[in-house]
């Protein structure tokens, strides 16, 4: 089993890069795929990318080309780089860690959660 805590959300004005953290605890990171998912209240949990045990990433359309997700398996962290970011990706981040192999878009197709970073763009 393994406890995530994600870091680094806050206000940023459009345009504007952030990077979002994600440490791994109670478990060793590199038997997982980790990833990303977003939400805003009321709707449901988005994918946003992730990176499997052997560090290939995918995206969601929507952020392809402005985010990039790595893994630092020595350090148990995940990171979310943000670019170019836009007022719809405002939502809360959620990092997530599965075993599930293949297409993993789904929010039941992760088994460990964190609490959430809440990213708000605006001007």
């Known amino acids: 089993q393994v406890q995530l805590a994600e870091s680094g959300g806050g206000l940023v004005q459009p345009g504007d890069s952030l990077r979002l953290s994600c440490a791994a605890s109670?478990?060793?990171?590199?038997?997982?795929?980790m990833g990303w998912f977003r939400q805003v209240p009321g709707k449901e949990r988005e994918f946003v990318g992730d990176?499997?045990?052997?560090?290939?990433?995918s995206y969601a359309e929507s952020v392809k080309g402005r985010f990039t997700i790595s893994r630092d398996n020595a350090k148990n962290a995940l990171y979310l780089q943000m670019n170019s970011l836009r007022s719809e990706d405002t939502p809360v981040y959620f990092c997530?860690?599965?075993?599930?192999?293949?297409?993993?878009?789904?929010?039941?197709?992760?088994?460990?959660w964190g609490q959430g970073t809440q990213v708000t763009v605006s001007s």
């Open positions: 109670g478990g060793t990171m590199r038997r997982y795929h």
């Open positions: 990176v499997n045990r052997s560090g290939a990433s």
């Open positions: 997530a860690a599965t075993t599930v192999a293949g297409s993993r878009i789904r929010p039941a197709d992760w088994y460990y």
